[in-house]
Every structure is written in structure tokens, then in C-alpha cells.
């Protein structure tokens, strides 16, 4: 078994927190894992990707080669679309529908939405919406990952006990909240696919 | 269980079981966390491991070297370009040797990621006659580091180890083993060792020399350098450092049918070396970085090549490799995979909303648009992002401290308005020897130190600046009619450019202190800050 995935956003949108969910699940399943991400300048709003490869056998590089990543996941359209190169054929593309605007020249949402259902394997969704009505804007990113849960290679439980075990500083409420954002997830990508 | 760390963190926790008592370091990308790691470590603050920010690379090595004299373990840390900073120690503490176990750990960025060169610090090491580590994983990060530890006080030599981007910023589980306990002060047995009069440094260079045979059978028999049977020898491999893990990524379950010779210690094992060459018909070298190996190895006239690489054109000369980039070489198709469609933007970083330097640039183009002749001397930080639209605002960008001695050299030449622009920690670690140049030829260029009290970058570290920028300036001896504070904030900015452009006229040396928190500091800092004596004219 091997699953490679990459994260992708923009510097500052948390993409990691999903990593690190990835990470701890993995590493308490006991699979091997390696989790490249992105430091200095490029965090400061420009375009950031981390690459998470989990897998029973031994991982060489940290990279994801061409065409060979399992699924993508974004935290913005258009980011997901950037990393196309990456994805194996009929992959799956998990993403928020939220534009985070910071350049003059972004493209019309349309458009991106277009590009973005013309493939076949697509969960194009509000998260940010949804994790807001959970009543935690903040949980977007765990709404994501939730929607992507059912491709990965790790159990249901070994995911809700890592979002524990990350949020549990922050109190039982911010852990509850991020399981029910978690749950939620879950939800959409069954109506969705 | 195993601990999930970066490579950088792997490689510090490293450090802390080798028994160091301490690490010198200037932040830098992608190096920055190996001492964040030793800061935040609580067993490090237990065993009192000194591991606060240095002022510049030049003086955390030097006090590396101190802290080896007393005979305890020390490391220092930088990236690439700070080891040209720290050039001056770095190559005579080879020729000094040292006493306490003494690592150079250096971070390189090849594609430039968050650097204006992609240099290989390899050539650094080789420079200084020094042997070299390379790990290509996590678990080596860690592992590499205990073993450097040893091997110096073994070689009586700093050693240097390399990492690249890729590996500094990648995480892996990582096994941790036994921790060695610090080294008691134990001063050096020869009292001239560390006495670098030229009579003494002739038998230092002398001992150097000789003892380069030591160094390369230490290679020879290094557990980092291992050697992996092929059947097929049309092709043997060498590979160093991360550029292994992507070779092994091209073959199913690392199963590759070239002989590979994996270095991670140099200097190169020649005797291995040598058996590789003897037994293929030709060599593939795949390093990441500049082609150190290939050139070392390469016949020098290209005339009986049977080495191919980076130098060959064989794999791409510049930027980082990756597993695709190396596909061609190893013999395979390069398989066409779905482009990024044109809807994408490109989305270059930009300064934060709210930034200081913003307001900061919004008054310097206007006073750009009054003079054209106006030329403005950047420097290394945050603020570099000003060269870029929309502000457009810097002309040149060359190192740390290159802003005030490059508008110097300029007004020099008749060019006016000469401005530099350099950030309060980047002044400290190497802008105030240049600001002293200028006070003492009372040369007319206008300095702007924009003080946002942090080494924002690199993720808002403690600036050596912060609290002192005002007394430095007139210790330098900037005249106190032209040392300027103000407040970049855009209901500021019609008197900002009011006051930059009395200091533009003023025909000798003005500073203008551009004085704004980074919007980045946690609140923990900001509240510090307050504490530090308040920073103002009187």
C-alpha cells in the first residue's frame, strides 16, 4: 500500500493542520510516513504545497513524482488546479469553492469551476460555509479532510483519535467542534460522489 | 513510539543526545528550526544548552569555537550564504582544529526557494580540508549528527554536515536512541593550537595536510557510505545525500539494477570509488546541488568522459533535482502527465496586509516620482518582496548589509538620491561597519532602517536590534539633527515623505528609523517589546 497526497493552499490557510492529522494518524497505525512542506518566503501569501506519503513499505523520496499522487487537496480553487501535474489518472480532487483573492490578475470563478468539474473524480464544496454553521470557520480545513477520509488509507478511528489528540490543548469544545466538522465532511463526499 | 520531525529537528534532537552545551546560529531558511527545536526542547533547557539567537553567522561560529576551546561539544548552524559570512572563522578553525567536538551544520537551498543563490557548501567543506556529511533521511539527520560529534573528536577537526531544502523541511518518524552526557571544561593539551601567529599556523596547515589520508579512510570505511550490488554494470550510480532517495523512487521497491555507491561522508572514498569505475561501463552521478562529485571524478579534458551528471548535461544543471528530473538519465521514458491549466495565476508572496514596509514603500515611490534619478539599495528580509509590483520600489538586492554600502559606493559615483533600505535585525548582523564608512566620509546617501523589531522572514525571531537601534546609530556617530523616527502608517505618510525628503536634501549622512512592530509577533512578543526601554530620541 502506498497513498500519496498533496496539500495545497495559500501561506497562512493552515494547510499543515491537515498534514499533521495525516501524520499522527499514519504514525499511530504504524505505516511509514514522509511529509515534505514549504518555509521562508513563499508563506508570505504566495502559492504553498506539502507533499504526504504514507505507506506500508519503505518511502524513498519526499517528493511525489509526476502523475502519481492518489488525490489532491485544497484548501482554494485555483491551488488545487496548480498541481494537476501530480495526480495519477482518475484521482481524486477534494477542494474548498472559496477564493482567496490576492492577486489583480485572478481568474473568473466560473471559469475555475469549469476546469474544476470537467474531472471526473471531484468533490468541489463550501467548506468554509459548513464548518461556519458548525459554528468553528476555523475547522474548514478538517471539513476538507473529512470529505477526502473515505480515499485514505487509514481508519475512521485512527483519524478522529488524531484530531483529538492535536486539538486537546484547545479544550474539549474546539475537539468536538473538529470532529463534527470531520463528520461532516464525511457526509458531503457520500452525496457527492 | 517513533517522533514525527522534520529533518531539521531529527538532526537538532541529534545534537542534544550527542552531549552539546550549545548552539550558535543566525536564523536562516531552510535552517531556521534546528535550533528552534533546541530552544523549545525542555531537556535542552534542563541541561542548560545555550542556544539563544547569535548576531550573524560570523559570530555564532567564533563562539562555537569558544565554547570548543573549554572542551564541551558545540554546534552552529546556517544556510548557505551565511557560511560566506562566517567564511573567516570556518576556514582557519580547520587549520586551529578544535577541542570539544565542534559541527557546522549547513542548510542549502538549491532552486532558490527562499535565496538569492543556490551555492553547494560542499565546496566550502572541501576548501577547508574538513570531512563532510550528507544524510538522505530523517532517521540519518539524527543518526549523522551523533556520529559528527565523534568523528571530530576522533579527527580533532570541525565537520561539516550539508543538508538541502527538501530534507531540512520533510518529516518522517523518527527512532531516537541513548543520550550522551556533556563534556566537562577540558582545556587543550597544546597550548599553541589555537595561537594562529604564523609560526604556529605553519604546523597547524602542516598537520592539516598530513592528516587528509585519516580523513579519506574514515570515508572508506564510513557506515554512510554503503555500496549496493547490481547485476547490470552498462551503468554503476553514485549518489549522494537526498538525490538517492530519488533514484530509489524510480525503481519499484528500490529495486535498481545499476551498482549504487551511496555517499553521504566525504572526502570521496576513492578506493570504492575506483572498484565502481573498474567494474561499470560507465558512471551516473546524482547529487543535489552544484556537480562537485562529477567534476572531481570527471577526466579533466572530457576527452575519455565515461562520467555523466549534472556537468555532462546527462541531468539539469540548475535547480534542485526531483524524482522526474532524473528519469532521463536512468534510461526511462519521461511520461507526459496533465499540464496546469492556463486559468492558473501565478501567486508570488507578498508583504502582509497591514505590514509596516508597505506604508514605508508608499513613501519612497512617491518621492521616486518627484526624482527620477532616485535609485533605492534593498537588502535581505522581508522588504525584499518590495522589488516586486505592485511596489516596485528597490533597485538592487545582493546580500546582508549590501543596501547602505552599495548606496555609499553609488553617491560615491554621483549618484543622488542614494537610498538604502535595510531591516533593524539585517542592520545589526551586518549594516552598522557599512553605516560607519559613511559617517566618517559624512558621504550624502539616506539610510532607512525599517525597525519592525523581528527577524520577520524567517518567522519573527528575536532581533539583536530590538530596544538599540537609536543609541548604535549615535554611537556610530550619526549627527543627532539627522537621525530621524517615524512611524510608517498610511495617516502618517504626506509627513513621512516630508521628512524623508529634508533627510534626501540634506548633504551628508542621514538615518531614518521606520519604527512598526512586524504584524506577525505572537502577543507575548509585542507585550516584551513594551518592556524593553522604549526606543526615542530623548
Known amino acids: 500500500m502506498k497513498t500519496n497526497i498533496i496539500l495545497a493552499g495559500v501561506g497562512g490557510q493552515g494547510i499543515l493542520t491537515i498534514a499533521a492529522v495525516l501524520d499522527t494518524a499514519a504514525l499511530a497505525s504504524d505505516f511509514n510516513i514522509k511529509q515534505s512542506e514549504v518555509h521562508g518566503m513563499s508563506q508570505r501569501g504566495g502559492a504553498v504545497q506539502s507533499h504526504v506519503r504514507i505507506s506500508d513499505k519503505e518511502i524513498y ?133 | 513510539m517513533k517522533k514525527l520531525l522534520l529533518g531539521n529537528e531529527a538532526l537538532a534532537q541529534g545534537a542534544i543526545d550527542a552531549g552539546i552545551s550549545g548552539v550558535y546560529a543566525y536564523p536562516g531558511t531552510p535552517s531556521t528550526e534546528i535550533t528552534e527545536y533546541i530552544q523549545k526542547s525542555k531537556l535542552a533547557e534542563e541541561l542548560n544548552i545555550h542556544s539563544q539567537w547569535s548576531v550573524n553567522e560570523k559570530t555564532a561560529m567564533e563562539a562555537a569555537l569558544g565554547m570548543s576551546y573549554a572542551g564541551k561539544r558545540s554546534m552552529t548552524v546556517m544556510k548557505h550564504v551565511g557560511l560566506n559570512v562566517a567564511a573567516d572563522v570556518f576556514m582557519n578553525m580547520s587549520v586551529s582544529g578544535i577541542n570539544g567536538g565542534l559541527v557546522v551544520v549547513v542548510a542549502d537551498d538549491p532552486s532558490m526557494h527562499s535565496s538569492q543563490n543556490e551555492q553547494d557548501s560542499r565546496y566550502y567543506g572541501r576548501f577547508a580540508m574538513i570531512p563532510i556529511l550528507e544524510p538522505s533521511t530523517q532517521q540519518e539527520c539524527y543518526e549523522i549528527t551523533k556520529y559528527a560529534f565523534d ?129 561499470c561501463d560507465k558512471i551516473l552521478v546524482l547529487e543535489d546541488g552544484y556537480p562537485f562529485i562529477e567534476e572531481i571524478i570527471s577526466d579533466f579534458l572530457g576527452e575519455n568522459r565515461a562520467v555523466i551528471g549534472r556537468l555532462s548535461g546527462h541531468v539539469n544543471r540548475v535547480g534542485e533535482l526531483n524524482p522526474d528530473s532524473i528519469k532521463k538519465a536512468l534510461g526511462f521514458e519521461v511520461e507526459i502527465t496533465e499540464s496546469i491549466p492556463e486559468v492558473v495565476s501565478g501567486r508570488p508572496p507578498e508583504l502582509c496586509v497591514g505590514c509596516a514596509h508597505r506604508d514605508l514603500f508608499d513613501a519612497v515611490n512617491v518621492l521616486g516620482k518627484e526624482n527620477s534619478d532616485q535609485k533605492v539599495f534593498g537588502d535581505i528580509g522581508c522588504y525584499a518582496l518590495g522589488v516586486l509590483d505592485p511596489f516596485a520600489s528597490i533597485d538592487t538586492l545582493i546580500d546582508m548589509g549590501a543596501s547602505i554600502t552599495m548606496a555609499k559606493g553609488a553617491a560615491d559615483a554621483g549618484i543622488h538620491p542614494a537610498i538604502a533600505i535595510i531591516g533593524d535585525s539585517t542592520f545589526t548582523h551586518s549594516g552598522m561597519t557599512g553605516l560607519l564608512e559613511a559617517v566618517i566620509e559624512d558621504t550624502p546617501i539616506t539610510v532607512i532602517i525599517s525597525d519592525n523589531s523581528a527577524i520577520a522572514m524567517t518567522g519573527a525571531q528575536d532581533s539583536a536590534a530590538s530596544g538599540r537601534i537609536v543609541d548604535i546609530c549615535k554611537g556610530i556617530g550619526v549627527a543627532e539633527d539627522h537621525l530621524i523616527l517615524i512611524t510608517p502608517l498610511h495617516k502618517n505618510l504626506q509627513n513621512n515623505i516630508f521628512l524623508i525628503r529634508n533627510e534626501i536634501n540634506h548633504p551628508g549622512v542621514s538615518v531614518i528609523i521606520a519604527q512598526r512592530p512586524c504584524v506577525q509577533l505572537p502577543k507575548e512578543k509585542k507585550d516584551l517589546l513594551r518592556k524593553i526601554k522604549s526606543v526615542s530620541l530623548n
Not at chain 1, 65 to 84: H, N, Q
Not at chain 1, 103 to 122: C, F, R, V
Not at chain 1, 155 to 165: F, G, H, R
Open chain 2, 151 to 279: 568523528l571530530s573528536e576522533n579527527m580533532g577537526l570541525p565537520i561539516m554536515i550539508r543538508l538541502v531544502t527538501r530534507l531540512s523541511h520533510s518529516r518522517a518518524g523518527i527512532k531516537t536512541g541513548d543520550r550522551i552526557e556533556q563534556n566537562k571544561i577540558k582545556l587543550p593539551t597544546n597550548q599553541t593550537q589555537f595561537q594562529l601567529i604564523p609560526m604556529h599556523a605553519r604546523g597547524r596547515y602542516q598537520h592539516l595536510v598530513d592528516i587528509q589520508g585519516d580523513n579519506r579512510e574514515s570515508s572508506e570505511k564510513s557506515p554512510f557510505n554503503t555500496f549496493f550490488k547490481g547485476d547490470d554494470t552498462s551503468m554503476g550510480i553514485i549518489a549522494s545525500g537526498i538525490a538517492y532517495n530519488y533514484l530509489m523512487e524510480n525503481y519499484e521497491d528500490g529495486e535498481c539494477p545499476y551498482p549504487i555507491l551511496k555517499i553521504s561522508q566525504y572526502p570521496l572514498p576513492k578506493t570504492r570509488i575506483k572498484n565502481l569505475f573498474d567494474n
Open chain 1, 61 to 193: 523520496s519526499d517528493l511525489i513524482p509526476k502523475g502519481k499522487a492518489d488525490m489532491i487537496i485544497s484548501v482554494e480553487p485555483m491551488e488545487l488546479l496548480r498541481y494537476l501535474p501530480y495526480l495519477k489518472k482518475g484521482g481524486l480532487l477534494v477542494t474548498d469553492a472559496n477564493p482567496f483573492v490576492n492577486i489583480t490578475n485572478y481568474p473568473e470563478l466560473e471559469n475555475l469551476y469549469a476546469e474544476i468539474k470537467s474531472h471526473q473524480n471531484t468533490i468541489l464544496v463550501d467548506a468554509k460555509k459548513i464548518a461556519k454553521d458548525l459554528g468553528n470557520s476555523k475547522a474548514t480545513n478538517i471539513v476538507l479532510l473529512g470529505a477526502a477520509a473515505s480515499q485514505l488509507p487509514l481508519s475512521d478511528e485512527s483519524l478522529k483519535n488524531a484530531i483529538q489528540t492535536l486539538f486537546q490543548r484547545k479544550g474539549e469544545r474546539v475537539v468536538n467542534k473538529n470532529l463534527d466538522a470531520y463528520n461532516k465532511g464525511k457526509e458531503i463526499a457520500i452525496a457527492t460522489i
